[in-house]
């Protein structure tokens, strides 16, 4: 409404200059008609009393013609006429309160004298006054008309329909695209209101779409990244399956010794407790790697999504004992470096175990044999890259080294790009960096790299900690 109350006093304003400038104008030529009018009225007076004067004058003398101006003045002094012997004077007197005329008297063509003409301008100015008070009157009148016509027109075609419009506009920036602004104004408001009715409609269409490419995008990712985990079990199955097999022998052998009544009694009580021992220890085997093959579902990062403080020097042990079968195999130790003390970032677990089973299992195909795979668990005081603001903050790092060959300079640029892989065909899946890279940008971190041929490589993880760490 503030629009419209604006556009109402710029109305008036506007109205009221003109209606005082038309005053003003019409009063100065009232003014000018009504002193154009007396002259001219005194003109033709004075010259019809100077003829009369001079044929009386002629005929009867002076006497009888000076005679005819006593009835020619009013009573009450507003017009006056006297005779004045000489010369009239070059100009009237100048006086606010009466108008003078001179008209001379000629006899036989010689100046007798001259009759002054005069008039009060009361009359003037009363009317004058009568005329100003009557515009004033009538341009008020014309002002408050205009006031109340421009305000129930202010009102109706420019202050409600902003008012909608603005309330529609605060809708929108809440996120609310329902209700359409319901404006029949065939005006320039009118079609803003449609085009606003028709943006809500397309932004509608465009969140309904935007939300199922969201969707089916978290389904493709959670379909990769869940591939990517189904390859690395795979890697892991030999390993692990050369683990079940001793506690299945020991579990085997026990077993064939009590059936066949070889052992009885105490020994046989043994024998059950030593059977029980490598079955729980192959369900334990087995859970961890389906816990990890099976995965949960994804969700977006942030609030809501499924993010807690977790140990990652507890995670990384319990990852370490899903590789070491295949470690061993290849006849690489694992060795592990954790800081006292390192604090709890907020982190979804099964993530990031994926993303260090990935690098953990690369470090292993990578690695000299015999080696060593070592991992560092720390905090460190660097820089983000500048994608990520740049900042200088406190991460916590986790770093994978091998001492394999390397990855040659020419393709280091590459190995986080979805199915790169320099493995033979069967070998790999070109999934694991990239999906490890996904995850971890996804937590605000990033993964850093150094290598250099024949000298191994170096793989850093990066996640922010709490600031009160």
């Given at each position: 409404m503030r629009l419209a109350r604006k556009l109402i006093l710029a109305t008036l304003a506007g109205m009221a200059l003109?209606?005082?400038?038309?005053?003003?104008?019409?009063?100065?030529?009232?003014?000018?008609?009504?002193?154009?009018?007396?002259?001219?009225?005194?003109?033709v007076l004075g010259r019809t009393l100077a003829d009369a004067m001079a044929l009386v004058w002629e005929t009867k003398g002076r006497d009888e013609a000076i005679g005819l101006l006593g009835?020619?003045?009013?009573?009450?002094?507003?017009?006056?006429?006297?005779?004045?012997?000489?010369?009239?004077?070059?100009?009237?007197?100048?006086?606010?309160?009466?108008?003078?005329?001179?008209?001379?008297?000629?006899?036989?063509?010689?100046?007798?004298?001259?009759?002054?003409?005069?008039?009060?301008?009361a009359y003037e100015r009363a009317y004058i006054r009568d005329t100003l008070v009557r515009?004033?009157?009538?341009?008020?009148?014309?002002?408050?008309?205009?006031?109340?016509?421009?305000?129930?027109?202010?009102?109706y075609m420019v202050g409600r329909p902003l008012g909608k419009l603005a309330e529609k506009a605060r809708r929108i920036g809440a996120g609310d695209l329902s209700g359409a602004l319901d404006l029949r104004q065939r005006d320039?408001?009118?079609?803003?209101?449609?085009?606003?009715?028709a943006m809500c409609v397309s932004l509608a269409q465009a969140r309904s779409s935007l939300a199922g490419e969201t969707e089916a995008r978290l389904r493709a990712i959670e379909q990769l990244r869940h591939a990517d985990r189904l390859a690395t079990v795979g890697k892991l199955a030999s390993g692990i399956a050369h683990e079940l097999g001793t506690p299945l022998g020991v579990a085997l052998v026990r077993a064939n010794m009590i059936a066949a009544g070889r052992i009885s009694g105490e020994e046989a009580r043994v024998g059950?407790?030593?059977i029980g021992e490598q079955v729980e220890r192959i369900t334990q085997i087995v859970r961890q790697l389906l816990d990890f093959a099976r995965g949960r579902t994804l969700r977006p990062p942030g609030e809501g999504g499924r993010r807690e403080p977790v140990d990652v020097a507890g995670l990384v042990e319990k990852t370490l004992s899903l590789v070491k079968p295949l470690a061993d195999k290849r006849q690489l130790t694992l060795d592990l470096?954790?800081?006292?003390g390192l604090p709890k970032p907020s982190i979804d677990e099964g993530q990031i175990q994926q993303v260090l089973l990935n690098l953990l299992v690369n470090s292993i195909h990578a690695g000299d044999h015999p080696g060593q795979v070592m991992v560092d668990v720390s905090v460190a005081n660097t820089t983000a890259p500048a994608d990520l603001g740049g900042g200088k903050g406190e991460y916590l790092c986790l770093s994978v080294a091998d001492q394999g060959a390397g990855i040659p300079a020419e393709i280091l640029p590459r190995i986080f790009e979805p199915f790169f892989s320099t493995k033979g065909v069967g070998e790999g899946t070109g999934l694991g960096l990239s999906v490890a890279y996904g995850i971890v940008r996804e937590h605000g971190g990033w993964i850093d790299v150094q290598s250099a041929p024949r000298q191994g490589s170096r793989f850093s993880i990066y996640l922010p900690l709490p600031k009160a760490a």
């Open positions: 003109v209606l005082a400038a038309n005053g003003y104008f019409r009063m100065a030529r009232e003014m000018e008609l009504f002193e154009r009018d007396m002259i001219q009225d005194h003109a009835n020619v003045s009013t009573p009450d002094g507003r017009f006056a006429v006297r005779w004045v012997e000489g010369e009239p004077p070059a100009s009237p007197p100048l006086t606010r309160e009466r108008h003078y005329t001179e008209v001379p008297i000629y006899v036989r063509g010689k100046a007798m004298g001259f009759v002054e003409l005069s008039e009060s301008r515009t004033a009157w009538a341009t008020l009148a014309a002002v408050i008309l205009a006031a109340l016509l421009a305000a129930g027109l202010g009102v320039e408001i009118g079609e803003l209101a449609g085009e606003i009715d059950a407790r030593i470096h954790a800081a006292a």
